[in-house]
């Protein structure tokens, strides 16, 4: 009798676990679709067409009335390439100067990502170099040879200073063969499109307004590295109680993440 309630336990912690994954990472997919579909607009509107389509407001605008599609992240925008050549230009058509994620004035790089257009809910990126920052420019590096979204190890974001990830997709040239080789895609960038999963504020809501959500402890883990797991979301956990493991698929398969839940108390 005793064995069947513990299986029972068992049976109900693996089928909450199980719903929780499958729910963030069909939110994750939905999102990371989103992404992808508002880089290919600013692929259309603000280079295929002359002059462009798309300005700071018409940005704003728009990605505020489709925030909706976009429910794990805390706002997107767009960082353009420029060059070293072309920051003097740049910096005096566009009116101000670019800074680092650190509020100075940007050194002298081969290359920069100035931020020109932002949604309002993260408009404190306006104008940074998000090359500056180590994540972004690992994600900005990567999201132009593999012409995929590519996401960053978890790391406390700007602004909120919470627990997340940032999701990176590579702007092109309209001109691109959908068979680019590598040298291609990276001579045919002209920007990054990307935002922020708020994994600390987002997820957690998702999570609470689930039946049973008292009764369990759930961590998600970015585990790319086997060896050293780092946790994305979730408080620090004892070691004790085994987990059940769900794994998760949230579109980058340089990444391998995974949830982690336990019963909070014995059952
Ligand atoms: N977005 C929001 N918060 C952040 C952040 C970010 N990056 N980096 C640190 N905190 C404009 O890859 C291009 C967004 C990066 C895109």
Not at 87 to 108: C, D, V
Not at 186 to 200: K, M, N, P, Q, R
């Amino acid at each position: 009798l005793r064995q069947e309630s513990m299986d029972r336990a068992e049976e109900r912690l693996i089928s909450m676990c199980e719903e929780r994954a499958r729910m963030l990472q069909e939110q994750f997919g939905v999102t990371v679709n989103h992404v992808h579909a508002l880089a290919i607009l600013i692929s259309t509107f603000h280079y295929e067409k002359l002059p462009s389509a798309i300005d700071q407001e018409t940005f704003a605008k728009y990605t505020g009335r489709t925030s909706f599609e976009r429910p794990l992240l805390n706002g997107v925008a767009y960082a353009q390439r420029v060059f070293h050549h072309e920051r003097e230009m740049f910096e005096s058509q566009q009116g101000w100067i670019m800074n680092t994620m650190q509020r100075e004035l940007a050194p002298p790089q081969l290359e920069y990502a100035p931020v020109i257009f932002s949604q309002d809910t993260v408009s404190y990126l306006a104008r940074i170099d998000m090359m500056s920052g180590e994540e972004d420019r690992e994600n900005i590096l990567r999201a132009r040879t593999t012409g995929k979204a590519v996401l960053t190890n978890p790391f406390r974001l700007l602004g909120s200073n919470h627990l997340g990830v940032v999701l990176t997709f590579a702007v092109y040239r309209p001109d691109l063969p959908a068979d680019a080789s590598v040298e291609q895609r990276v001579e045919a960038t002209i920007g990054y499109l990307g935002g922020a999963f708020d994994v600390e504020s987002l997820v957690e809501n998702l999570l609470s307004k689930l039946a049973g959500n008292q009764d369990i402890v759930v961590n998600v883990y970015d585990v790319t590295n086997a060896s050293e797991a780092m946790v994305l979301y979730g408080p620090p956990t004892l070691d004790g109680q085994v987990p059940h493991v769900s794994m998760l698929d949230f579109g980058d398969p340089f990444r391998r993440h995974e949830m982690r839940c336990r019963y909070r108390e014995k059952p």
